[in-house]
Structures are given as C-alpha cells and as structure tokens.
C-alpha cells in the first residue's frame, strides 16, 4: 500500500481558534500555505472533529439544559452533572456500561465512547457571554458527510480532493490512555482488507483486516496533541490508498461480533 | 511535545526473513544503510514484535503439543485446534471471553489479546523440516527487556540509543479492524500525562493521558502493513519526547478501572 515506504505527517501551523460558521475549508488553505505547504493528489488531512463542531456550532449551555428524571438517576450512580447526563443520554442509543465517574454509550453516531463524545475541555465559544455556561461542545451532526462537504470545499478552492479523516480521542477497555480514532472519513477507505493475500509461506494472513481510518487518526493526534488547538489539522502525505470511498461505520463492530458491547 | 510538527516514518528496506539468533541489531544497521539512512538523537524505531520472536525462536510445532483436557474442552467451545488452545492457556493467566472462533485472554504479559498473541501466519522457521508443523509463533518472553537489550546493541554499533518500541497488532472491542499497539517498549514513555495542563481556556484539559506508545505503534503499522516482512522496521523521526523511560505495562489499565475485563 505504501510502495516508497516514507509517511510524512505534518502538522498546520496558524490555525484559529475556530467560530461558528467559519469556512473551515478557508481556513485550512491559510494555514497550509502558513505551513509552507499545498495540497497535492493523494494527501489526508486528519481533522480534529472539535473543529468541525465548533464550525458547526455545537456548542450546548449547561444551564440552559433542564435534567430529565433518568438523567438525574443515572448522574446520581456515575456521580456527574445531571444537565451533562441528560444531554449524554439525548446523544446516544445505548448504555454500555456506568460506574462513578464513568458513562460509556452506543453513541446515536454508533461508536461506543465515554459521554457521547461531548467534550468539556475547549468547549466554550470564544465570544461566550459573561455567566453563560459551563458550555460543552457536541460531536458533529454527521461526521461522515462533515468530512465529504470539506473535501469538497478544499476541491473547489484547490483542484485537489484530499481524503478527510475527522478524528476524536477515544479511551479504549484493557489499555491506559486515549488514542485517535475516525469518526467521520471521505475519500478513502476506513479499513483495509486483505483477505485472500497470503504470508510469507503462502498461508493465509491471519488478521486480515486493518483499521486504516482510525490508524491515521491515531497518527496525526500523534502530531496534533490536544491542548494546543492550532494543531488541530494534520497532513499526511505519502499513503497509497485503493481508491475506495468507505463510511466511518465500516469501522464499528456489528453487535453479534462484539463480545464486550 | 513536537515543536516542528513533522513526523517522517520511514519503512526500512532490505531485511531479510529474521532466522533464530540472528543478530537484529545488525540487521536494522543494514536496512537503515540499505534505505539510505542512519540513526539520529531522537529516533524512535517501531519493530514488529514477529521479528523479535522469530530471532528468539519462539517457534512451536503444533504437532509436538499435547493437549490439555482443559485445552481440549475449550477448544470445542471456541472451534480452534486442541493443541492451539492448549498453548494459549499456557500463555495467559485468565480468560476474558471465547466464543465460537473466538478466545480472548489476558495474555501472561498483561495485554488482553486474542489468542495470547500466539501467530499462526508468517510462523515458520525458514528452515522448517517437511512434514512438520503446523507451526505458530509466540509472543517475546520479555518484551520490554528484548526492547532494552535493542536499544543497547544499536547504541554499541552507531552511537545513538533510540527509543524502540515492539509492536503487535490488536482487535478491539467495539471496532472493525486491527490497529498497531506497543507490546514492549525502552527509551520512550508509554503514555503522556498532561493532567494539570489547560485547555485554552484555562479549564483543566479532560482526556490527560494519552496512549504515547500505542500511537506511535499505530503510525508504524500504517507504514509497515502485515504481509510484506520486509516492512517490519519503522524509523520514526520528528517525535519530541520527555526524557522517561515506560514500561509497557504503563499501558494496561488496572482490573479495578477495566469496565470490560
């Protein structure tokens, strides 16, 4: 898949704290040309989706968000905000498991994540009132079709379409810490599958299939970080990717395969 | 953590099929050289964990394995070879889940992992006598150690002590497809821990412990692919890393915080 071999990821310097309804597509070419850099065939820009949501704005005020009776049951029993429970709980599906402090969801986009993937740290708009909030920011709407409408957009501004990966930090069972994962992808597929390719010796490979979207996405948090929002866009150059369109659900599990669901 | 914000990942070229006793070290000088280049302060090298084994010859010929009666009755359960299951309860001290085609354990080393990493692909030695087999392929005795003992001889051969982190690829719970994750690791810290640090708002940041070595893991496996062997080294180079040396077992969560153990 990578004939050369050499990957660079690179990650976009002056970008702003983004606003609601800001072009995000607008923003990306600044600061690609602020990096020194411009888009050329075969390029992945791994996007933050903490940008896309707040281009989306999907930002929610806390006190403007009235406990149902099960958010309040459920904030008792994991011990957080009834109002963030309450919105957790409008965001998702399923529960998948609650303990104190912890609130695992079937997200309504399908992922199984802590809080729906709301997020409380850079989540406040930048022009907040004065005693609004404690805001939170939302997952976007629709990350696949995000994904599509920015390539998209960088097309129409550039003549390239990238593959666009919106990541998001998850935490995972068994192992410490979060890594990148996609939410919403366009322009490449989400995993790779190579069944019927054989080993060495002409056996069958055995784990045949590759998590390619949400490898990405765990290579540019690599660069990006997450407290440093200006590193919210990363550039991967030097993928070789079948040319396939493939949807961020490719990458969840059908329940009957899931054992820990 | 990375002040350019440039990350190269270079597959090395040139490594031949990995013989027990050979001298790893001396290999990946030569790839490096092969591949035009050499080791600089700073460099991380993401090694398939096969190779290791491989060089540890940590082969085993199914066909000298004497099922268990516990292998045997589990083996039925999950639909695997008696003398397959028999090794993986060998080599993991619990079960997490089996169903049929399924046999998830926590393997000896920690990791929760299907079949305690034992590998049926790319599992023989070169020189394998005809007739015997099948054979399977065990994880490192010691990843972390193996990992150590890297680090030193390509420090005795070129100057330079990289980080070197060992890597398998791992199904997961919830999502499609294997991702890469660091198995052992020397020179390097597992995980990074910005809590304290803040968002741009000055609110403590929210998901403060990063999965540093299993992403770095996941951006070598990006690289590497499965089948070609050849492709069983990464160079990492960009990454701006805090002088601490993890253990591989920074990356496994305590049973006490596993919601899903």
Redesign the interface.
């Known amino acids: 898949?990578?004939p050369g071999?050499?990957?660079?990821?690179?990650?976009?310097?002056g970008l702003p704290?983004v606003r609601p309804k800001d072009d995000l597509a607008a923003l990306i070419v600044s600061a690609l040309t602020a990096?020194g850099e411009a888009l050329a065939p075969g390029d992945v820009l791994v996007v933050t989706s903490k940008l896309v949501s707040r281009a989306e704005d999907r930002f929610v005020d806390l006190s403007r968000v009235t406990p149902t009776p099960e958010g309040r049951a459920i904030a008792r029993q994991v011990d957080k905000d009834p109002r963030l429970v309450t919105l957790i709980l409008q965001e998702s599906t399923h529960i998948s498991?609650k303990?104190k402090g912890?609130l695992?969801v079937q997200s309504r986009l399908g992922?199984?994540c802590a809080n729906a993937g709301i997020?409380?740290?850079?989540a406040?708009p930048v022009d907040a009132a004065p005693g609004s909030g404690p805001w939170v920011l939302l997952l976007p709407r629709a990350p696949d079709a995000s994904a599509a409408r920015l390539r998209e957009a960088l097309f129409q501004r550039t003549g390239v379409r990238p593959g666009v990966v919106l990541s998001d930090?998850f935490?995972?069972?068994?192992?410490?810490?979060?890594?990148?994962?996609a939410l919403g992808l366009a322009g490449l597929p989400a995993?790779?599958d190579?069944r019927g390719?054989?080993?060495?010796?002409g056996?069958?490979?055995?784990?045949t299939?590759?998590?390619?979207a949400?490898?990405?996405a765990?290579?540019g948090?690599?660069?990006a970080?997450?407290?440093a929002?200006g590193?919210g866009v990363v550039l991967v150059r030097?993928?070789e990717l079948p040319a396939e369109d493939g949807v961020s659900t490719?990458?969840?599990?059908a329940p009957e395969t899931?054992?820990?669901?």
């Not at 071999?5 to 310097?13: E, H, N, V």
């Not at 390719?197 to 010796?201: A, E, I, T, V």
């Not at 899931?258 to 669901?261: E, P, Q, S």
């Open positions: 898949m990578l071999g050499r990957l660079a990821l690179i990650a976009l310097s704290v990096t498991r303990a912890a695992i992922a199984v997020d409380q740290s850079n406040a930090s935490g995972r069972p068994f192992r410490t810490g979060t890594v990148g994962v995993v790779l190579q390719s054989l080993d060495l010796f056996r069958p490979l055995e784990h299939i590759t998590a390619l949400d490898q990405i765990a290579a948090d690599l660069v970080g997450q407290a929002e590193r030097g993928l490719d990458l969840l599990r899931d054992l820990y669901r």
